[in-house]
């Protein structure tokens, strides 16, 4: 079992930058792909970004590349999640999530774990 707890959300303006970061426990990440989604209200949940588990690998959408970026520390058990030159669309719940095995899924049911949920608000 793997506990996933978000933080780093807020409220910032268009072109301000967020640092969202996930602090896992209960076991090692050891061999688990981790990633980011959002979900904004009347939304469905939508893929960011994810990183395979040596963090060689990554894959964002399409709406997110060159702005933002998924790292890892594996001997912190966390993950991050730099986002710069935020935009109003990029508002939304950001949620941290966790895939044992290789592959670096878009879909949301392709991952095991999830995390409560941070909220990030950029204002235009």
């Known amino acids: 079992q793997v506990q996933l707890v978000e933080s780093g959300g807020g409220l910032v303006q268009a072109g301000g930058s967020l640092r969202l970061s996930c602090a896992a426990s209960?076991?090692?990440?050891?061999?688990?792909?981790m990633g980011w989604f959002r979900q904004a209200p009347g939304k469905e949940r939508e893929f960011v970004a994810a990183i395979s588990w040596i963090g060689s690998s990554t894959n964002y959408a399409d709406s997110v590349k060159g702005r933002f970026a998924i790292s890892r520390d594996n001997a912190k058990n966390t993950v991050y999640l730099q986002m710069d030159s935020l935009k109003p669309e990029d508002t939304a719940v950001y949620y941290c999530?966790?895939?044992?095995?290789?592959?670096?899924?878009?879909?949301?049911?392709?991952?095991?774990?999830w995390g409560q949920g941070t909220q990030v608000t950029v204002s235009s």
């Open positions: 209960g076991r090692s990440l050891s061999g688990y792909t």
């Open positions: 999530t966790s895939r044992l095995g290789a592959g670096l899924a878009d879909s949301w049911s392709r991952y095991n774990y």
